[in-house]
């Protein structure tokens, strides 16, 4: 019997469902899968870590509310993060291939995680082909991710690479329901700020205040919004295609049968 597609996600829906709905319309039992699986769940208090570095990685864990932060230690005790996970986002999604962590865990607020049995995700590319298709662009865009960075890291000056990823980050929690069209509720310090983009926290503040002044961000209580947000894109050299919409159309511009979102 051919699963009936569905007209709409529903409003309750978890972000990996919105997002994954943004772009192709999913059948009730796609969603259904998807919502099934992350019943097994765990409320994680911010500043508490999850997953440690050199430990084995037995789950694959998706973020339902919070935000999450992947970070190493240098042996001289330098914090680097090395990436801020956000709802509908999947720490360890390929534990099958990589039983022990490379980095630790940890929650930036207080975080709500599905813990998945990594079976189940094997089993999304045996039963549905266009979820599974989901997940691997879901990897290809985190390697996008960690490629610009480095970009940043290499190529950027320290406000150039700070207003990138805050453009960045206002991307993503828009494409998951959880930013407006003028920006986002910021929940990083100037310090942890610091720790993604590999500069002191002094600088960031001299780079956050520059940025402020020039009327490229504007920052109210957390709220981050771009005040102009043409010469802000612009200005951080931001070319939200690495950020790419998941798309699993064909050549000839169908889906097998499948309405595709615009």
């Not at 009936?4 to 899968?33: C, F, H, M, W």
């Not at 207080?110 to 979820?131: G, K, T």
């Not at 879901?138 to 940043?152: D, F, G, P, Q």
Request: aromatic residues 6%.
């Amino acid at each position: 019997m051919t699963a009936k597609n569905q007209s709409a996600i529903p409003a309750d829906a978890s972000p990996l469902v919105r997002r994954l709905g943004k772009a192709v319309l999913l059948t009730s039992e796609e969603v259904d899968y998807l919502e099934t699986m992350q019943v097994n769940q765990a409320a994680i208090a911010r500043g508490e870590s999850f997953v440690q570095d050199g430990e084995p990685l037995r789950v694959t864990f998706l973020i339902r509310r919070g935000w999450v932060i992947r970070y190493r230690l240098t042996p001289a005790g330098r914090r680097l993060i090395i990436g801020v996970s956000l709802p509908g986002d999947f720490i360890g999604l390929h534990v099958n291939f990589n039983h022990t962590s490379i980095f630790t865990a940890a929650a930036l607020t207080n975080v709500s995680l599905a813990l998945i049995d990594p079976v189940r995700i094997l089993e999304i590319h045996r039963r549905f082909p266009v979820l599974a298709s989901g997940l691997d662009w879901m990897t290809v865009r985190h390697s996008n991710i960690l490629a610009e960075h480095k970009v940043s890291l290499g190529a950027r000056t320290a406000a150039q690479r700070i207003l990138h990823f805050l453009l960045e980050l206002w991307v993503r929690l828009e494409q998951v329901g959880l930013a407006t069209d003028k920006g986002f509720e910021l929940e990083l310090t100037q310090e942890q700020i610091g720790d993604c983009m590999g500069l002191s926290t002094v600088h960031v503040n001299r780079s956050l205040s520059r940025l402020t002044r020039d009327k490229l961000i504007h920052n109210d209580k957390g709220i981050m919004t771009f005040p102009h947000l043409s010469r802000a894109i612009d200005f951080a050299d931001f070319d939200q295609r690495f950020l790419m919409d998941f798309s699993a159309i064909s050549d000839a511009g169908t889906l097998k049968g499948r309405t595709v979102r615009n």
